[in-house]
């Protein structure tokens, strides 16, 4: 009612001459004034505002996403013991009562599926200690246990021996122990000494130099050379939102997408940096990505059908991987050929299927092109994935 009456009182103001021009100019004036004058409808305005979260640039990514990291921890101290004599009214030598100190605390590695990388690490770590001993044979209490959460897939290694494999949400490892608590004169008390003074020291907590590393966790993995459409496809098969753009090296760091089909079962797929040919000589990003890939159950080697000898890149791309694990390029994969919207890609698509024996599937992720093909396969590859570990006795990975 407010506002009809504010658009009239407007209206008789401003001349039908001026209509035209200023009718924008009186709708705003008019939503102003309403605004103001509306305080639920300003809160409505509000709610209707899109929500959605800014990207992270790539680069400001790899200042968040760490994938190694050296930690020094140390064990909780235990508390000391402690050396008195009870004596009280009517007790006046009530023998030793020295307590016994609480143990340390130790410091334990959590794995937490909300955390994505190892960036929030601290370099050091040192555990709670116990508290001392009290008199009239109090003891102190332990020091509390100190959890540091890590992502699904971290390995811990001291030296170069592999000590542990956290790959479960809620799996924990303890790094280090607490020291134990030392002993009050009580602990002494023996037929042959009535009154011992003795009191042992807490002892200190176990020391360790320990790495960790992140080992991403999907079913598949995605290896190309840059600008062969990786991210792109990633972005048409999952709701994730790698960087795309025409120029190679887009990618930084391992984005995880995540393929929904109508049962209800979810498929990870990671798109890692691209790889060019001599990558294990530290050309380009290099190798050390692949670490994120040596987990996955199969992989797509996606290659870019726009270029001349595609298959060249597919030879390329197993040596590599060869180059960084013996018998990396064998475990099952599919070779997706991407860009097939191109009109050079039909003929190349022709040679390559001269070349390869194995299926190639042609898609573009640009139009969406053949790509059900795609989600098809990656079920199958999926569902033998299942049956092999079943076969095994094995808990399959399930996202
Ligand atoms: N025509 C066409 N262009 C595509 C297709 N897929 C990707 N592109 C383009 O290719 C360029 C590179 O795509 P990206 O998805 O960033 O490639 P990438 O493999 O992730 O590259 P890096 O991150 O550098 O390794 C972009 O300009 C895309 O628009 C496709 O199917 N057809
Ligand atoms: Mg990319």
Known sequence: MLQIMVRAWLESQWRPAYSQIHSCLLQKQVKNWHRSLSITNTKHSKSQRRSCKANISEKKLSRYFVDHRKVHVIGGKGGDGIACFLSEPRKEFGGPSGGDGGDGGHIIFKVDQQVKSLAYLHPFYRGFSGEKGGSKNCYG?????????????????????????????????VAVYGGAG???NRFFLANDNRAPTTATLGEPGQERFLHLELKTVAHAGMIGFPNAGKSSLLRAISRAK???????????NPHVGIVHYEDYEQIAVVDIPGIIKGAHEDRGLGLAFLRHI?????????????????????????????????GLSKIPHAIVANKFDLPESKNNLFLLKEQVKQRVIPLSALTGENLEALLLHLRELYDDYLKAEKEQARKPMKW
């Open 294 to 326: 040596e987990r996955c159950c199969f992989l797509l080697f996606v290659l870019d059908l726009s270029v001349a000898d595609p298959w060249a890149q597919l030879e390329a791309l197993k040596y590599e991987l060869e180059q960084y694990k013996v």
């Open 141 to 173: 209490s332990a020091g509390k246990h100190r959890y540091i959460k890590v992502p699904v897939g971290t390995i811990v290694k001291e030296g170069s021996n592999l000590i542990a494999d956290l790959n479960h949400h809620g799996e924990e490892y």
């Open 182 to 184: 030392g002993k009050g």
């Open 242 to 252: 790698p960087a795309v753009a025409p120029y190679p090296f887009t990618t930084l």
